[in-house]
């Protein structure tokens, strides 16, 4: 073989050693998150707040709430770069929630500034509705996608009765204001199931989702009560809450989405959909592909998880993307198989549901 014809041989074999580990890089930077049961983790929900305006007794007691000092909590800058970081790993769907996410000074802003995250396919919004006619315009224009209105009572004064503030009507404002726009869809309406009381409840959040396009969904109870009073006896479960909607309104099941949390149903006349999220009775843990992000920068693998893994600490003490990243591997590799609410000496996380994070 002739020189030039080696020398010829010896460029394609560089540039072949070139494409190979380019591609090596690529395939690295692209590994699933995955943990230790084989699921792909690529859900995050943000909570950006623990504070609330509201006082719903399922989840915080009416006084006595000891909340995050200021430099506790993550940054915009901050919740940013971890999201830029977790979306390099994967991650696709983005919740942003409280405490009560609209609280939080400037929220819009955030939510522009992680629109602009590459690989982020989906961003959505959490919120009580309490400020959501104020803000409906600024989230639309900032990029949200979708948007859960938690709402357990359509009844004024049931609803103060349970969220221990007479504001309804400002929440039903602001559903009407952000079903302005079209773009944000599906707007969802969760109602949270609790035994002797939501049973009042059922027939109007029916017709709510018969006539107004929102879905309407059923939450089971869970133990992250603030008061921690919580009993399995107060759990309404999902199927409860449909066999009395379909005494009236016959329900036709839905192919259930992989990772969905929620159980649809369409009404058999076609006139809207209804769901039921069962964490008690119906575990979903099997393909659960969610992790959370407290407040104050802690990284929860599990609702219920009893331990968390802090991403604020090291990132303030000037870990790289890179340590980050590694560290959020290892504690999803870490993640639960599953809740143990229903297993015998089950314990409740320390921390309640508004300082987890909806």
Not at 15 to 31: F, H, N, P, Q, Y
Not at 58 to 67: N, S, V
Not at 225 to 238: C, F, I, K, M, N
């Amino acid at each position: 073989m002739s020189e030039f014809a080696l020398a010829r041989l010896d460029t394609a074999s560089a540039r072949l050693e070139l494409e190979i580990s380019a591609l090596v890089t690529i395939v690295g930077m692209t590994e699933p998150l995955l943990d230790a049961h084989g699921r792909v983790i690529s859900d995050l929900r943000v909570s950006v707040t623990d504070r609330c305006n509201f006082r719903c007794r399922y989840c915080m007691p009416a006084e006595g709430m000891k909340w995050l000092e200021r430099s506790e909590v993550l940054s915009f800058e901050e919740i940013e770069r971890l999201v830029r970081v977790l979306a390099g790993l994967g991650v696709e769907d983005v919740r942003l929630t409280g405490g009560e996410p609209l609280a939080r000074k400037n929220f819009p802003y955030l939510v522009s500034m992680l629109r602009g995250i590459e690989g982020i396919r989906d961003l959505s919004v959490t919120t009580n509705g309490y400020l959501l006619e104020r803000d409906a315009a600024a989230l639309v224009d900032a990029g949200i996608d979708r948007i859960n209105v938690s709402v357990d009572s359509l009844a004024r004064d049931r609803f103060h009765e349970i969220t221990r503030r007479d504001a309804l009507p400002q929440v039903l404002r602001g559903l009407e204001a952000i079903a302005a726009y079209e773009r944000v869809r599906p707007i969802k309406v969760n109602a949270v199931a609790i035994r002797d009381f939501t049973e009042g409840e059922v027939f109007r959040f029916a017709e709510m989702a018969r006539t107004t396009g929102f879905q309407v969904r059923f939450i089971e109870f869970m133990p992250l009560d603030g008061d921690r009073a919580w009993d399995r006896s107060q759990v309404l479960t999902g199927d409860e809450v449909r066999a009395l909607i379909h005494e009236h309104y016959p329900l036709e099941p839905r192919e259930r989405e992989p990772h969905a949390t929620a159980r649809v149903f369409a009404f058999a006349d076609g006139q809207g959909e209804i769901g039921f999220i069962n964490p008690v009775s119906q575990p979903f843990c099997a393909d659960c592909n969610r992790i959370r992000l407290t407040a104050d920068g802690e990284l929860r693998t599990c609702l219920f998880s009893m331990h968390e893994t802090s991403l604020r600490d090291p990132m303030r003490e000037g870990a790289t993307d890179e340590d980050l990243g590694e560290i959020i591997r290892g504690a999803v590799w870490r993640k639960e198989l599953k809740h143990h609410v229903n297993d015998p000496g089950f314990i409740a996380p320390a921390r309640s549901m508004s300082a987890i994070g909806g």
